[in-house]
């Protein structure tokens, strides 16, 4: 049960950082919104390596995301990520499994403008999808709403997010998961030539293991190609501020916007 429960903890801090409707590779979202009746399709991929004292693991993430526009203010998301996990305590193999993590849904909706500044809220569902006891997922829902703002002094944009989730657990992980769980971070993209911005981030989370007091810290930075009006290649390296953090990431992704 205990490699169960760090198993799920370990996806769950990932998807707290997961951009999954953001512009990847950042996680942190920005305040706007596709269009009234415009779509994307994001398709990001995730490769991570970790270890702590004795303990090895590294995971592959591959995340598909798709938002449409409802109004010209109002976008509603869903997201289902696919993971590859693997553990080892000594050099043996404890954990080793894949499989569909936890489905998330979110609606973003940009209720104001002041001149360069817009601001968002996103309240958000992730349903318990995955295979608990292959800790592919938390087994109960979760409840979230993230505040987002953005300022904009072309080439450059400064975005902040401030998010708050209600993970509840099964009642075997209660007394070890935390329910009450926060995450900030602030990133900034500059546009260096037509079609190219640097991007840039730091960001903190609650740590989801009741018995760590110590949020994990991360920073990273990497390139977003617009090769074209529809498609966006993206590029990112993500590292850790402090032990909780998972060491390093690679982060690459493809997204596709139409009409």
């Not at 706007?32 to 303990?55: I, L």
């Not at 976008?75 to 489905?103: F, H, M, R």
């Not at 009006?229 to 590292?239: A, E, I, R, T």
């Amino acid at each position: 049960m205990k490699r169960i429960l760090s198993a799920v903890v370990t996806i769950f801090c990932f998807s707290l950082t997961l951009p999954a409707f953001a512009a990847h590779p950042l996680a942190t979202d920005d305040a706007g919104t596709n269009g009234k009746m415009k779509f994307q399709v994001e398709t990001s991929a995730e490769f991570a390596w970790d270890k702590q004292d004795n303990t090895k693991s590294n995971s592959q993430t591959i995340n598909l995301a798709v938002s449409a526009g409802l109004l010209d203010s109002l976008d509603l998301s869903l997201a289902y990520p696919y993971t590859w996990q693997q553990e080892k305590d000594n050099g043996v193999t404890v954990i080793d499994n894949s499989g569909l993590n936890d489905l998330s849904m979110a609606l973003k909706w940009r209720f104001l403008e002041l001149g360069p500044a817009s601001f968002a809220i996103k309240p958000a569902i992730t349903f318990p999808t995955g295979n608990y006891d292959r800790g592919l997922g938390a087994g109960r829902p979760a409840y979230g709403v993230t505040l987002i703002s953005t300022v904009e002094f072309k080439p450059v944009a400064i975005h902040a997010n401030v998010g708050y989730t209600l993970q509840k657990y099964n009642d075997a992980d209660k007394d070890a998961g935390r329910e009450d769980l926060w995450n900030l971070s602030l990133a900034g993209a500059v546009e260096v030539m037509k079609g190219l911005q640097l991007v840039a981030e730091i960001g903190a989370a609650s740590n989801a293991d009741m018995a760590g007091r110590v949020w994990p810290v991360f920073i990273a930075g990497g390139v977003i190609y617009s090769a074209f009006d529809y498609m966006d290649l993206s590029l990112g390296v993500k590292g850790a501020l402090n032990a909780p953090e998972t060491d390093i990431a690679l982060l690459t992704g493809l997204t596709f916007k139409f009409p």
